[in-house]
T-cell receptor, first 113, second 117 residues
Framework: GENVEQHPSTLSVQEGDSAVIKCTYS??????FPWYKQELGKRPQLIID?????GEKKDQRIAVTLNKTAKHFSLHITETQPEDSAVYFC????????????FGRGTSLIVHP | DAGVIQSPRHEVTEMGQEVTLRCKPI?????LFWYRQTMMRGLELLIY????????DSGMPEDRFSAKMPNASFSTLKIQPSEPRDSAVYFC???????????????FGSGTRLTVV
């Protein structure tokens, strides 16, 4: 089955800095890669996703990149703000049929004011 | 749409007692997932249903855990007897049918925080 590794487990940055979270996956058939943000005491919520037919996607201060050859994808947050502090999860899945995402272990991002 | 609805939000119970967690998926969604989240293990998939049928329960930790989905709008996760190590946040998620190139609406509920003392 699919295996998703996520690094780092904890990331501490100063407000205004950039943050990068990296994930690798094992199943070359995976073609859909969502990212979830979980604020303290709340549910994980989708913030951005990327499909295997594109290499990069951007939405304001967040962007995702995908390298299918190397089987890794990354989340980039620029100009971090304290409200970006949360746990971020990456996931990999195969679209078509039953959608069953495999999640990484999560990265706790702390943005210091 | 009210989203995925879980109840209760918090549950405190004594060791040995039966605990039942409830989930109402988004209307029209045909897949339902139960997860357990702890600091040690992260987000673990326990079981998932497709069209009310359990497809994969390999993540269910022990026979003390059971899940049912009697209809498309309701699912339960039961722990009997409960133990302190079952303390965690339990999330339910649902998703709709796969659409070519489209997002299937995979959404988490707000979770149930279970404490077994």
């Amino acid at each position: 089955g699919e295996n998703v590794e996520q690094h780092p487990s904890t990331l501490s940055v100063q407000e205004g800095d950039s943050a990068v979270i990296k994930c690798t996956y094992s199943d070359s058939a995976s073609n859909y890669f969502p990212w979830y943000k979980q604020e303290l005491g709340k549910r994980p919520q989708l913030i951005i996703d990327i499909r295997s037919n594109v290499g990069e996607k951007k939405d304001q201060r967040i962007a995702v990149t995908l390298n299918k050859t190397a089987k890794h994808f990354s989340l980039h947050i620029t100009e971090t703000q304290p409200e970006d502090s949360a746990v971020y999860f990456c996931a990999a899945s195969i679209s078509g049929g039953s959608y069953i995402p495999t999640f990484g272990r999560g990265t706790s991002l702390i943005v210091h004011p | 749409d009210a989203g995925v609805i879980q109840s209760p939000r918090h549950e405190v119970t004594e060791m040995g007692q039966e605990v039942t967690l409830r989930c109402k998926p988004i209307s029209g969604h045909n897949s339902l997932f139960w997860y357990r989240q702890t600091m040690m293990r992260g987000l673990e998939l326990l079981i998932y249903f497709n069209n009310n049928v359990p497809i994969d329960d390999s993540g269910m930790p022990e026979d003390r855990f059971s899940a049912k989905m009697p209809n498309a709008s309701f699912s339960t996760l039961k722990i009997q007897p409960s133990e302190p190590r079952d303390s965690a946040v339990y999330f339910c998620a649902s998703s709709g049918p796969q659409r070519a190139g489209g997002f299937n609406g995979y959404t988490f509920g707000s979770g149930t925080r279970l404490t077994v003392v």
